[in-house]
């Protein structure tokens, strides 16, 4: 019994020297930082799709033809990376022939890019592909002039940085050791809780034992943070798999497809009929309107932290001034 109790009293001496809070919340804030990085790298083809239909001109079946491929390729890049990064997508589409069924890519489109002979992934053929249609566009005049056709390029490779990035976070990971030491320490420190924090004969009046908590309140509660925080980590470490908290990836995919098209064709020089606003030929108005139940909410503009600072300012007011000799 004594020498359990020399145990116990020994494990809560160096319990404390396990840096449980710098090491669990230095790993959380790396994991945490990753998976928000990670979502910002989602390439979004709004900005492309404004610049497509904007920049590349006419309404005959050609231009029509022109606009609709750029983002058809666009979005064939993105589901190629997906497809190596995000287990949802791999099932959805597993082979190319899915995304021929699809109507994503054709089979001659297939064979142009099979006979690329390269070991490494062909997600940037498409993008190669947009850049030669751009060009060859500007040459027939659907894009009126070099800047416009550098500006269309410049929009079309950001897009395809951020799926670089994504395909760089696939591949360069959180260390596998950080992972082990930080579970590591959580165990352990758990581990010699439950040997250092014994209710302790109170005839032997050891310190800080001198009551007999029946349930560990203050443990508990450490323990629910601790491996709360590290199962938050262990979640968002991969935000591509089917987890509830994971990515959308497939809905996405869906979204920027249809309104893609949706921008470059359909709403391609579409807009309504202009009209005069209820402001036309007056002063704009101070607020815009509130209801009731949000007027008790209207804020006053912003002046600066100093603007209703006073100073007692004597009449006599003389200015100090240097001069260069």
Same mark, same amino acid.
């Given at each position: 019994?004594?020498?359990?109790?020399?145990?116990?009293?020994?494990?809560?001496?160096?319990?404390?020297?396990?840096?449980?809070?710098?090491?669990?919340?230095?790993?959380?804030?790396?994991?945490?930082?990753?998976?928000?990085?990670?979502?910002?790298?989602?390439?979004?083809? @709004?900005?492309?799709?404004? !610049?497509? &239909?904007?920049?590349?001109?006419?309404?005959?079946?050609?231009?029509?033809?022109?606009?609709?491929?750029?983002?058809? *390729?666009?979005?064939?890049?993105? +589901?190629?990376?997906?497809?190596?990064?995000?287990?949802?997508?791999?099932?959805?589409?597993?082979?190319?022939?899915?995304?021929?069924?699809?109507?994503?890519?054709?089979? &001659?489109?297939?064979?142009?890019?099979?006979?690329?002979?390269?070991?490494?992934?062909?997600?940037?053929?498409?993008?190669?592909?947009?850049?030669?249609?751009?060009?060859?566009?500007?040459?027939?005049? !659907?894009?009126?002039?070099?800047?416009?056709?550098?500006?269309?390029?410049?929009? +079309?490779?950001?897009?395809?940085?951020?799926?670089?990035?994504?395909?760089? *976070?696939?591949?360069?990971? #959180?260390?596998?050791? !950080?992972?082990? #030491? $930080? $579970?590591?320490?959580? *165990?352990?420190?758990?581990?010699?809780?439950?040997?250092?924090?014994?209710?302790?004969?109170?005839?032997?009046?050891?310190?800080?034992?001198? #009551?007999?908590?029946?349930?560990?309140?203050?443990?508990?509660?450490?323990?629910?943070? !601790?491996?709360?925080?590290?199962?938050?980590?262990?979640?968002?470490?991969?935000?591509?798999?089917?987890?509830?908290?994971?990515?959308?990836?497939?809905?996405?995919? @869906?979204? /920027?497809?249809?309104?893609?098209?949706?921008? #470059?064709?359909?709403?391609?020089?579409?807009?309504?009929?202009?009209?005069? @606003?209820? *402001?036309?030929?007056?002063?704009?108005?101070?607020?815009?309107?509130?209801?009731?139940?949000?007027?008790?909410?209207? &804020?006053?503009?912003?002046?600066?932290?100093?603007?209703?600072?006073?100073?007692?300012?004597?009449? /006599?007011?003389?200015?100090?001034?240097?001069?260069?000799?």
């Amino acid at each position: 019994r004594r020498t359990f109790e020399k145990v116990a009293l020994y494990c809560e001496s160096f319990i404390n020297l396990i840096p449980l809070s710098f090491v669990l919340g230095f790993y959380v804030a790396l994991v945490i930082g990753r998976w928000w990085n990670q979502y910002m790298s989602i390439p979004w083809p @709004d900005r492309v799709m404004l !610049y497509v &239909s904007t920049l590349v001109e006419g309404v005959d079946e050609q231009s029509r033809i022109i606009r609709r491929t750029l983002m058809r *390729y666009l979005t064939l890049g993105s +589901i190629i990376v997906f497809q190596a990064t995000s287990v949802r997508v791999k099932k959805r589409f597993p082979t190319m022939d899915h995304l021929i069924e699809a109507g994503i890519v054709t089979a &001659s489109e297939v064979k142009v890019m099979e006979d690329v002979s390269t070991p490494h992934g062909k997600w940037w053929v498409p993008f190669v592909w947009c850049c030669n249609i751009i060009r060859d566009a500007h040459r027939k005049g !659907y894009i009126l002039d070099n800047y416009l056709m550098k500006s269309l390029i410049d929009e +079309i490779l950001v897009y395809r940085g951020n799926l670089g990035m994504l395909y760089s *976070y696939d591949w360069i990971s #959180v260390p596998l050791v !950080y992972t082990q #030491v $930080t $579970t590591l320490a959580v *165990y352990s420190f758990f581990l010699g809780c439950t040997l250092g924090r014994q209710f302790l004969d109170p005839v032997m009046n050891y310190p800080g034992h001198n #009551v007999d908590l029946y349930v560990p309140f203050f443990t508990l509660l450490q323990f629910f943070f !601790y491996m709360g925080w590290l199962k938050v980590a262990e979640q968002l470490i991969n935000p591509f798999g089917e987890d509830d908290d994971d990515f959308e990836m497939n809905w996405i995919i @869906d979204r /920027n497809m249809q309104i893609s098209l949706l921008t #470059v064709d359909d709403l391609c020089g579409q807009f309504p009929p202009l009209e005069k @606003d209820v *402001y036309f030929g007056e002063s704009p108005p101070d607020y815009l309107p509130y209801t009731r139940s949000s007027a008790k909410n209207i &804020s006053l503009p912003h002046m600066g932290s100093t603007a209703e600072i006073r100073f007692a300012i004597s009449s /006599n007011i003389s200015f100090i001034t240097w001069h260069m000799s």
